[in-house]
């Protein structure tokens, strides 16, 4: 292997592990958690060539929105999931567990983790 080919597959090694966003699809969702539990759609490449179905993630939070419609109060929306959404899923640079409290967090070890992931919208 030239030393060319072998840098561009570590790069892409490299790349592939870093989770940044993705879409996935929504096989159940827990309303009163704000919970969902998803599988990715996107597969993580193992080598050159060969590519693996990523894990199904469960627990995932759900963001929920708040808007102002027609100049009106604003209004907190709790977002309503149902199996075979499509939905966009974000991973958090750092561990999310005491940020989701409101607690001011150092960053940790785990970056861009499936652990750390949050529903951010809806496609369809």
């Known amino acids: 292997m030239s030393g060319a080919r072998?840098?561009?597959?570590?790069?892409?090694?490299?790349?592939?592990?870093?989770?940044?966003?993705?879409?996935?699809?929504?096989?159940?969702?827990?309303?009163?958690?704000?919970?969902?539990?998803?599988k990715p759609l996107i597969k993580v490449q193992i080598s050159e060539g060969v590519y693996q179905e990523r894990e199904v993630l469960e627990n995932v939070p759900v963001l929920k929105h708040r808007f102002k419609v027609n100049g009106g109060a604003p209004q907190e929306y709790i977002p309503y999931l149902q199996s075979g959404d499509i939905v966009q899923v974000v991973f958090s640079q750092s561990s999310i567990d005491q940020a989701q409290k409101g607690q001011l967090t150092n960053p940790s070890g785990r970056r861009f983790s499936v652990v750390d992931a949050v529903i951010v919208g809806v496609f369809q």
């Open 6 to 38: 072998f840098f561009k597959e570590m790069e892409n090694k490299i790349l592939s592990s870093i989770n940044t966003s993705m879409p996935a699809r929504v096989l159940s969702y827990n309303e009163g958690a704000r919970t969902a539990k998803i």
